[in-house]
């Protein structure tokens, strides 16, 4: 994984954890004590199921690219199943809002999604890396032709 990618996980985090917090905020003064609860639930879901991503794909980023794109594919298949089966499971649940748990969900999913792309953005990296045993060798001439 690039080095520099560490800031962009943190700087998304912070923006993904404001995010999280207004939407706390106003599903406690919009749902009360049940929009709360569902509120923190789909914060804590979104930071537990980015957590896991980052985590297992810098680890495997460690082995190869190859590695790297396979963990971040099965991370996001298991993901999408955890998920399906919390929803099926809690679908019908009154011990908290579902549909602030969904907001919440959307909207902190959105603000991590978009803080990487806009940091990613703004990042400076090259394509390409310079070999310094591979540079092209020319010959020098002199203003009349002559080397």
Not at 37 to 42: D, E, I, N
Not at 79 to 86: E, F, G, H, S
Not at 107 to 128: D, E, H, N, S
């Amino acid at each position: 994984m690039l080095a520099s990618y560490g800031p962009i996980v943190r700087r998304s985090a912070v923006l993904a954890g404001a995010a999280g917090a207004i939407m706390i905020a106003l599903s406690g003064i919009l749902g009360g004590a049940k929009g709360l609860l569902g509120a923190v639930l789909g914060v804590a879901l979104v930071a537990l199921f980015f957590a896991i991503s980052v985590l297992a794909v810098a680890r495997a980023a460690r082995v190869s690219p190859q590695a790297m794109m396979i963990t971040a594919l099965g991370t996001y298949v298991v993901k999408i199943l955890v998920l399906l089966i919390l929803v099926a499971r809690f679908g019908e649940t009154t011990a908290f809002n579902g549909r602030l748990f969904g907001l919440t969900a959307i909207v902190c999913i959105l603000a991590w999604t978009g803080a990487q792309v806009l940091w990613a953005l703004r990042l400076k990296v090259p394509y390409v890396e310079p070999d310094g045993e591979l540079r092209l060798k020319v010959p020098h001439a002199e203003p009349d032709g002559e080397r």
